[in-house]
Every structure is written in structure tokens, then in C-alpha cells.
Nanobody, 115 residues
Framework: QVQLVESGGGLVQAGGSLRLSCAASGSIFSINAMGWYRQAPGKQRELVAT???????NYADSVKGRFSISRDNAKNTVYLQMRRLKPEDTAVYYC?????????WGQGTQVTVSS
């Protein structure tokens, strides 16, 4: 199994920046890709960004050009740099580790963007 611990959420004004971190432990070798998802109140969980072991990235259209996903393999950590935040980015952000068999989730971190 993979365990994930997120950090870095908080309250920020519109136009500001935040960086989320997600540290992975456990069966690291089984991870094919890692990603960030978010869930706003009353809405379904949605993809924000993913990054493969080879460094290939994918972004939701709503965050392209504003968010950047990266990983530090030495630290088993993935980051989400968020810039030019908007109130509609307010959500609980979840880190995910994707393997062939399953997806492991972190506990989530709240990001609130005030207008």
C-alpha cells in the first residue's frame, strides 16, 4: 500500500499563490503516476493535474497556465504550485498515487480563495 500525506493548503486572496506538497511512503515502487484532484462543496471530485514516472504531465483545462505539477523522486514527494488563484479554485485538494491495481488517496487539504 501507499500512504500519502498532503500539506500546504490554506486561505489566500484571489490572484495569490500556494504550493501543495504530498509525501508518499510505503510501496513506492508500485506507483506509475501521481496526481492532484479536488472536490468543491456539492461537486464531484475532479482531476487537476497528473505526472507520470517519466515526468509527463497532464492538466485540467481550468488550471492550464496557472498550476504546475512537479515531483522530487529523491524525496518521494509531488508538488502542486498554484498561481493566479481564483475563488472557483476553492476546494479540498487530494493527492493520489496511481498503480496498476488501484489508486491511493491522501486525507485532503483545504484551499480557500477569497475574492
Amino acid at each position: 500500500q501507499v500512504q500519502l500525506v498532503e500539506s500546504g493548503g490554506g486561505l489566500v486572496q484571489a490572484g495569490g499563490s500556494l504550493r501543495l506538497s504530498c509525501a508518499a511512503s510505503g510501496s513506492i515502487f508500485s506507483i506509475n503516476a501521481m496526481g492532484w484532484y479536488r472536490q468543491a462543496p456539492g461537486k464531484q471530485r475532479e482531476l487537476v493535474a497528473t505526472i507520470t514516472n517519466g515526468g509527463r504531465t497532464n492538466y485540467a483545462d481550468s488550471v492550464k497556465g496557472r498550476f504546475s505539477i512537479s515531483r522530487d523522486n529523491a524525496k518521494n514527494t509531488v508538488y502542486l504550485q498554484m498561481r493566479r488563484l481564483k475563488p472557483e479554485d476553492t476546494a479540498v485538494y487530494y493527492c493520489a498515487a496511481l498503480t496498476i491495481a488501484t489508486t491511493s488517496w491522501g486525507q485532503g487539504t483545504q484551499v480557500t480563495v477569497s475574492s
